[in-house]
């Protein structure tokens, strides 16, 4: 992430396998990244998109699609 900051492009995560986890745990790791992100100055250089999803739900598979268009 480091790397892509220093280009200032913008970018997106993927957190995958959201279904293998509990809803609580998925919603704390997302925040978790968020929180990294802004702590480390990346938000402001690239405004990152942090997406979740899962293959075997579909949960945030048109999401993502949608924003890599």
Do not use: Q
């Amino acid at each position: 992430m480091n790397v892509l900051a220093d280009t200032s492009k913008p970018y997106s995560l993927v957190l995958t396998k959201i279904d293998k986890l509990k809803s609580k745990t998925v919603h704390s790791n997302a925040e978790a990244m968020c929180d990294y992100i802004i702590s480390e100055g990346h938000a402001a250089l690239c405004s990152p998109i942090v997406h979740l999803v899962s293959s075997h739900t579909g949960y945030g598979i048109h999401e993502l699609m949608c924003g890599l268009i």
